[in-house]
């Protein structure tokens, strides 16, 4: 947590696979558990949708190839609001991209 007690989530999304608007919509579900959260989304590198909370990597989509189950990543982030460490989720969203 930083000096406010806030959670920090950084979320850096691939921008040529358009996933800003998963990124945002993650964002607002963050936003509506945890007010208090600051959600921060960020263009970054090819096939990314890494999400780090409180400087720990808690997903990574270029380690599993799926999007972050939203709820699991909202139950860390309202779980860290709280006092604890970020922990690794697990969840994903059903894979159903195709890379040509």
């Known amino acids: 947590m930083n000096e406010d007690g806030c959670p ?45 909370v409180n400087n720990k990597l808690i997903y990574s989509k270029l380690q599993t190839m799926a999007l972050p189950d939203y709820e699991e990543v909202v139950n860390v982030v309202s779980d860290v609001s709280k006092g604890e460490e970020p922990r690794e989720i697990k969840g994903q969203q059903p894979i159903d991209c195709v890379i040509s």
């Open 8 to 52: 920090k989530v950084h979320v850096e999304y691939c921008g040529a696979c358009d996933y800003g608007g998963h990124c945002l919509t993650l964002a607002n579900a963050i936003k509506k558990c945890t007010p208090n959260a600051v959600v921060l989304c960020k263009r970054g590198r090819q096939g990314a949708f890494e999400v780090v």
